[in-house]
């Protein structure tokens, strides 16, 4: 299953994320950045920026493809994700691994 979110408070709190079914499709990439309640941030506000969606989209659909080809991951969380006009960067990356 792949979850996004703005992370955060959106997450914990509000549970402001959307999930699918791995494997996902383009389809499913740009529904579930729309869908959360907190798409306007990503659309640009009080002067910043629009988020480049189309990166956060390929984001998505190659984390599924990950996932899809390594069932022996049991979870993998990107946190923090940083969009930015033209482009996306996962700072940091945690994977637990299912056992054996």
Request: hydrophobic share 55%; net charge negative; aromatic share 8%.
């Given at each position: ?55 956060l989209e390929g984001l998505l659909l190659k984390l599924s493809a990950f996932i ?33």
């Amino acid at each position: 299953v792949l979850m996004f979110g703005l992370g955060g408070v959106l997450v914990e709190v509000l549970k402001d994320v959307a999930f699918r079914v791995v494997p996902i499709t383009g389809r499913d990439a740009r529904q579930m950045i729309r869908e959360i309640q907190g798409f306007p941030v990503l659309q640009g506000y009080r002067g910043q920026a629009p988020a480049d969606l189309d990166a956060l989209e390929g984001l998505l659909l190659k984390l599924s493809a990950f996932i899809e080809g390594h069932p022996q991951v049991a979870e993998l969380d990107l946190n923090p994700v940083f969009a930015y006009a033209d482009g996306a960067l996962a700072v940091d990356a945690r994977i637990a691994l299912a056992p054996a």
